[in-house]
Structures are given as structure tokens and as C-alpha cells.
């Protein structure tokens, strides 16, 4: 990128740290929250026989890292040919979400249903990981007590890759989502106290949604830990006001078709939708032909667009995702040298009226340009 486009860069994240920065007179900064943004990104890659995948986190703008996330390529033993993916987002405390990126897929790996080979039975694979996710909540209850953990909780989303099916497993309000021939064909769902099924179990163990929180504190219904939430004597481990029970779906896969898959931290989500975020990845990949260098440019974007929280994100890519595009190069420098001269000659320097970067910003924005990258605009330039 040209000097010009990164002191723009530089530029906007000062612009960016000033908009959320409290005014004079309205009080303390929240805590939980930092005077500027942490940029520095965790990043991860790696290939096995045709699966690629690339791995970025980010600190953000939150006091503290409180995401985790586990990455296995293979599976040991007769699982050799399946590959685990998993994004943990802590909440009030990075202890859950370490000890499940750590220990989960041990608990996964410990049923007797994944036996791989001609026998996978998809109903099987399902129940086990819904055991395996009770089993180590249980595991951590214990612990917690004996070891007096801080009240934390996380939620969970990972998909367990086998040569035959995708089985996605959700917990929470992270998410992942599968792009099959150019469009969204899959994606979990988020697990918020206000829908009906999950407004009725708080219920029924005597809690109440307020402000679309449980006891309106907790903004998810389902999470790992959280164990203040799971006291209550006369109802099943999977019926408190916080479940620790996954939705777990299965979906066949489909050779030729399948591009990549994207789990995220709801992070990620507070920004982009799921059609704009596979639009997103799907256009960066034809740029770079690179998981991770996809998944600095989501977490650059989520930035600008707004985002707040931690954010991680992993793309796991398939033979038959987007590569480099001569064209979409070129389109991508046309763009890049339009906004530069724009900006350069429009409000720079050497404009009669120079603007500050907002107003830049703004009018950039009021002009609209449809070679902008679908789903980041202009925020990801």
C-alpha cells in the first residue's frame, strides 16, 4: 500500500479511538474497556492434503483477551482424515474458554462414537459431542469450587470435520457458516435469552429476560460456565437458566462445491451479517488466495466498522475456494488509486478547504462506489 494509504490508516485509527473515547463531563472510561484499541493480531496458518486454513485474533478495544480457540488439521488414530476447528469467547473471565481450548476436544475425542471409516453414524457423532460438552461443564463445576475460578463463562462454536460430513456445534452467540458454490448454504444459530424456546427454560427455572438479558445481566442463554446461573436445585443439568447443551447439526459435504468455512466470535458478528461476511472473505480470497491474510483483513474491518469486543476469526478453506483473480486485482488498484486521488486531491492538502478525516470520511461514504468490497465498504480501505 502507497505511504499516503498508510498514514490514512494511521489516521483513522486515531479518528476511530477519539469517537469512542468519553467527552469531557460524562464520567469515567468503563473499565472494561480501553482509552485506545489493542491491533496486535494472534495469527495462525496451516495445510493438510487440500484443507487450508488461516487464523487471526485481535484484542481490540476490551480490557482484557478473553477469546480462545482450538485448531487440530488431524485427529489422532483411525480419525486421521477428520480435522477439528473451535472459537471460545470468554466473558467475564478468560479461565472458561482456556480450559475448553485446552481440554474440550479430549472429551470429544473420548466417545465411542467417532470410530471413523465406513461406520460413521451421523446421529451417533452428534450425541457425542452434546456428552462431551455436558461432561467437561460438569468437569469445570467441580473445579471451580475446588479451585475457587473467577465467574466466568464462554461460549463455544466449532465444526469437527469428517471425510463425509460437517457437523457444526453451537453454543452461545459466536457462529460459523458454510459457503457452498459462492453463497451462504449453512450457519448456526445464536442462542439469545429473548427467543421463545430459550425465554421459556429461564422461565421454568425461575429466572426472568430483561432488557433481553437472563436476571438481565447475562446476553446468552446457553454458555459453558456461568456456573451462578446453573444453581438450581430442582431442575436438569440441561434445563437451568444457562444451558451448557450445544445445537449440533450435521451436514453432508459436498466435493466441488464446498469454498470454506468461517467461524467467529460474536465480535465479528456485531459487524458483519453472515451474506456480508462470505461476500467479504469470498472477495478477499481472489485478492490474496491466503486464510490468514483474510482473516486480518475481517478483523481490520470489524475494527473500523465499529466493533468493540475481542474478535477472532478462522477460515477454513476448501480445494475448491476462491484463488487469485488477475481481474479482481486490478479492480482492487483501481480502487485504491481512485480513493487515494480522491482523497488527495478532494480534501488533502492542497485543497482550498482542507476537511478533517470524518468529513473525509463521510463524503467518501455520501458518494457510494460499487467497486468497494461487498460486505466491508469503505471501512475495510
Given at each position: ?80 482424515d477428520w480435522a477439528f476447528f473451535a472459537v471460545y469467547d470468554g466473558h467475564a473471565g478468560a ?86 458454490a459462492g453463497t451462504v448454504t449453512f450457519y448456526t444459530e445464536d442462542h439469545k435469552p ?188
Amino acid at each position: 500500500m502507497a505511504t499516503f494509504m498508510r498514514q490514512l490508516v494511521s489516521a483513522s485509527e486515531r479518528m476511530v479511538s477519539r469517537l469512542f473515547k468519553t467527552e469531557p463531563g460524562e464520567g469515567p472510561t468503563p473499565s472494561f474497556f480501553l482509552e485506545a484499541p489493542r491491533t496486535e493480531k494472534l495469527l495462525e496458518q496451516g495445510e493438510v492434503e487440500g484443507l487450508r486454513y488461516g487464523l487471526g485474533a485481535m484484542q481490540g478495544w476490551r480490557a482484557h483477551m478473553e477469546d480462545a480457540h482450538t485448531v487440530r488439521l488431524r485427529l489422532p488414530g483411525v480419525l486421521s482424515d477428520w480435522a477439528f476447528f473451535a472459537v471460545y469467547d470468554g466473558h467475564a473471565g478468560a479461565t472458561v474458554a482456556q480450559f475448553c481450548a485446552r481440554h474440550l476436544l479430549e472429551y470429544v475425542l473420548a466417545a465411542e462414537a467417532l470410530t471413523g471409516g465406513e461406520e460413521e453414524d451421523p446421529e451417533a457423532v452428534k450425541e457425542a459431542m452434546c456428552e462431551a460438552f455436558l461432561t467437561i461443564d460438569r468437569r469445570m463445576q467441580a473445579l471451580a469450587v475446588a479451585e475457587a475460578w473467577e465467574r466466568a463463562g464462554s461460549t463455544a462454536v466449532a465444526v469437527l470435520v469428517s471425510p463425509r460430513h460437517f457437523y457444526f456445534i453451537n453454543l452461545g452467540d459466536s457462529r460459523a457458516l458454510l459457503c457452498r458454490a459462492g453463497t451462504v448454504t449453512f450457519y448456526t444459530e445464536d442462542h439469545k435469552p429473548s427467543k421463545p424456546r430459550e425465554r421459556e427454560r429461564i422461565e421454568n427455572a425461575g429466572g426472568t429476560v430483561t432488557l433481553h438479558r437472563v436476571n438481565g445481566s447475562l446476553a446468552v442463554s446457553r454458555a459453558l460456565g456461568d456456573f451462578d446461573y446453573k444453581a438450581v436445585a430442582w431442575r436438569s443439568q440441561t434445563e437451568q437458566l444457562v444451558s451448557p447443551e450445544p445445537e449440533v447439526y450435521e451436514l453432508a459435504r459436498c466435493p466441488g462445491e464446498d469454498e470454506f468455512l468461517v467461524l467467529a466470535c460474536d465480535g465479528i458478528w456485531d459487524t458483519f451479517d453472515n451474506k456480508g461476511l462470505c461476500a467479504f472473505v469470498r472477495s478477499r480470497l481472489s485478492l490474496t488466495g491466503d486464510p490468514q491474510r483474510v482473516c486480518e483483513c475481517v478483523l481490520d474491518a470489524g475494527l473500523y466498522k465499529g466493533s468493540r469486543d475481542n474478535m477472532t476469526c478462522i477460515l477454513v478453506c476448501f480445494p475448491w475456494a476462491p484463488d487469485i483473480s488477475q481481474e479482481a486485482l486490478q479492480k482492487e488498484q483501481e480502487l485504491e488509486k481512485f480513493l487515494e486521488n480522491r482523497v488527495a486531491g478532494g480534501w488533502g492538502a492542497g485543497a482550498c478547504c482542507p476537511m478533517d478525516l470524518v468529513a473525509v470520511f463521510q463524503c467518501l461514504a455520501a458518494e457510494g462506489n460499487p467497486g468497494l468490497p461487498p460486505g466491508g465498504g469503505l471501512a475495510s480501505k
